[in-house]
T-cell receptor, first 113, second 115 residues
């Protein structure tokens, strides 16, 4: 079945450090891929998405490229800020009978100044 | 603010009881999704409704049921509650629910504690 695997956290970085959070997926066909972010005490917000192979999603300095050959969608940011501290979820959606999101376990990012 | 509202914000109840969680989707969105977030299971899809009809089911227990009303708000009913049902329950909505590329907008969640 469809699944998403994310790197285990927590990830602890200093401000302005480079961030990579690994995400790989298992799915037949061509799913859409998403990164959602959850700030403390809040619901999830879409950070970026990519809907086909080689697409690059980007938002707020974060980027991720849909790599079909490696079934990956790694999240990167060149210079993190304290305000980026949150839980990051990789997810996929593959329309069959519905369009529900299948989430990874989430990666907690903590950025210190 | 995503535009999705959920009530109540917190719910504390006892084992064996029944509760109803309510969700109002963003204006114009036809699909509503329910997700459960717990420490051991992570974020799991429960059920999707599209324009009043059930569209897809995920890992939803038989003790749980949902419906979407003509005004498109949705309710998730949880009965015969067990300690393990304690979790954060999110509602999300999307414009159509017939495209895997649609963004889902999440509500702030209802935190259920079963004692």
């Amino acid at each position: 079945g469809n699944s998403v695997t994310q790197m285990e956290g927590p990830v602890t970085l200093s401000e302005e450090a480079f961030l990579t959070i690994n995400c790989t997926y298992t799915a037949t066909g061509y799913p859409s891929l998403f990164w959602y972010v959850q700030y403390p005490g809040e619901g999830l917000q879409l950070l970026l998405k990519a809907t086909k192979a080689d697409d690059k999603g980007s938002n707020k300095g974060f980027e991720a490229t849909y790599r079909k050959e490696t079934t990956s969608f790694h999240l990167e940011k060149g210079s993190v800020q304290v305000s980026d501290s949150a839980v990051y979820f990789c997810a996929l959606s593959k329309y069959q009978a519905g369009t529900a999101l299948i989430f990874g376990k989430g990666t907690t990012l903590s950025v210190s100044s | 603010d995503s535009g999705v509202t959920q009530t109540p914000k917190h719910l504390i109840t006892a084992t064996g009881q029944r509760v109803t969680l309510r969700c109002s989707p963003r204006s114009g969105d036809l699909s509503v999704y329910w997700y459960q977030q717990s420490l051991d299971q992570g974020l799991q899809f429960l059920i999707q409704y599209y324009n009043g009809e059930e569209r897809a089911k995920g890992n939803i227990l038989e003790r749980f049921s949902a419906q979407q009303f003509p005004d498109l708000h949705s309710e998730l009913n949880l009965s015969s509650l067990e300690l393990g049902d304690s979790a954060l329950y999110f509602c999300a909505s999307s414009a159509s629910g017939t495209s895997g590329t649609d963004e889902q907008f999440f509500g702030p969640g209802t935190r259920l504690t079963v004692l």
